[in-house]
């Protein structure tokens, strides 16, 4: 059947990505970064370290180019040897 309000707001959410969020590059950039984030340290079940910081841009720098691909961010995150050697 038709989708209710709240879901047709969290399609509509998912698919403009940080856009949908704000209008400030700087901000939808901080909004990217948080979400690679938040998503590499669910699936790797730790913390990131220091040393991971440049590895932690060029996974939000893909996720903007794709267009705020959650899909593709995750099959990024988890084809990376960080996640591999959290298995």
Same mark, same amino acid.
């Given at each position: 059947g038709p989708l209710a309000p709240d879901e047709l707001l969290l399609r509509a !959410? #998912?698919?403009a990505g940080p856009a949908l969020l704000s209008d400030e590059p700087v901000e939808q950039r901080a909004i #990217? +970064?948080?979400a !690679?984030?938040?998503m590499a340290e669910a699936l790797f079940h730790r913390t990131l370290e220091f @040393? +991971?910081?440049a590895w932690l841009e060029a996974v939000t720098d893909d996720f903007e180019a794709s267009g705020y691909d959650f899909t593709a961010m995750v099959e990024a995150i988890v084809? @990376?040897?960080r996640y591999?050697?959290?298995r």
């Open positions: !959410a #998912a698919e #990217a +970064e948080c !690679a984030r938040n @040393d +991971e910081i084809s @990376d040897e591999l050697q959290t």
